[in-house]
């Protein structure tokens, strides 16, 4: 069975950081781009970041480039997401998703996804 089991989210204030984690099972990790997609009230979907350790790269939204980064871990098939100098704007929640490596940063991106699991909640306070 597939799991992708995000945790980390919380209420910080602008400017404040959290560390989201995504710890994954069931299929093999170094085959995907895995990151997360957030969803705000109101507004539609957007990708956020991946990392696929398989291939030594990382992806990210231009709205949270130089603020997040994404790092991995194949001994315990975690993905990690470090977000620095918050905005209220990143409020949302926080969804892991995975993509094969023979897909695309584009196919994430368009929400084409081949795994996909349940949100974690950031809200950050003006």
């Known amino acids: 069975e597939v799991q992708l089991q995000a945790s980390g989210g919380g209420s910080v204030q602008t400017g404040g950081s959290l560390r989201l984690s995504c710890a994954t099972s069931?299929?093999?990790?170094?085959?995907?781009?895995i990151g997360w997609f957030r969803q705000a009230p109101g507004k539609a979907r957007e990708g956020v970041s991946c990392?696929?350790?398989?291939?030594?790269?990382?992806y990210y939204a231009d709205s949270v480039k130089g603020r997040f980064t994404i790092s991995g871990d194949n001994a315990k098939d975690t993905v990690y997401l470090q977000m620095n100098s918050l905005k209220p704007e990143d409020s949302a929640v926080y969804h892991c998703?995975?993509?094969?490596?023979?897909?695309?940063?584009?196919?994430?991106?368009?929400?084409?996804?081949?795994?996909w699991g349940k949100g974690t909640l950031v809200t950050v306070s003006s």
């Open positions: 990392i696929g350790l398989g291939h030594n790269k990382t």
């Open positions: 069931g299929f093999t990790f170094a085959d995907y781009c």
């Open positions: 998703a995975a993509v094969s490596l023979y897909r695309s940063w584009a196919d994430f991106l368009a929400y084409d996804l081949d795994y």
